[in-house]
């Protein structure tokens, strides 16, 4: 996850604790992570290899491609997901559920920093900032 815009600027030792309280799934083509009205304690996902479709109320529908967060702005929320999320291929995800990552945030306040980036859908390069549509997430 070091190279994730996200996680890059973020030390050994919190990597580590992140990595320790997540789980790596391998999931095949079309199965369901996420589904319109799965409560808001669902775990957050980081597409890692493979893809997701999002489908939202509207049935609008986007791919999640290697790096990018599925379920990072109900995490502050218990409401329930307006949207489904189904593997569009053999995808490999890093599943963070929402109490670990709320354990490692009251420890390494680093952290704060990054669920703020991935929230706003913005990510520094080198200086530049990147726009991230988040809008059909959640």
């Known amino acids: 996850i070091r190279d994730m815009p996200y996680f890059e600027n973020l030390s050994g030792l919190i990597l580590m604790t992140i990595a320790e309280n997540c789980d790596e799934i391998l999931l095949d083509k079309g199965v369901s992570i996420i589904e319109k009205g799965d409560p808001g304690n669902s775990p957050m996902y980081i597409v890692l290899e493979g893809g997701v479709e999002i489908i939202d109320q509207e049935d609008n529908k ?41 354990d490692a945030l009251t420890i390494y306040k680093e952290l704060i920093f990054a669920l703020l980036n991935i929230m706003s859908g913005k990510i520094a390069y080198d200086g530049a900032e990147e726009e991230i549509d988040f809008s059909l997430f959640g």
């Open 62 to 102: 986007r791919t999640i491609r290697k790096g990018e967060v599925i379920g990072e702005k109900i995490i502050l929320e218990t409401s329930k997901f307006e949207y489904t999320a189904i593997t569009t291929e053999k995808t490999l995800l890093l599943m963070i559920r929402k109490e670990e990552f709320f």
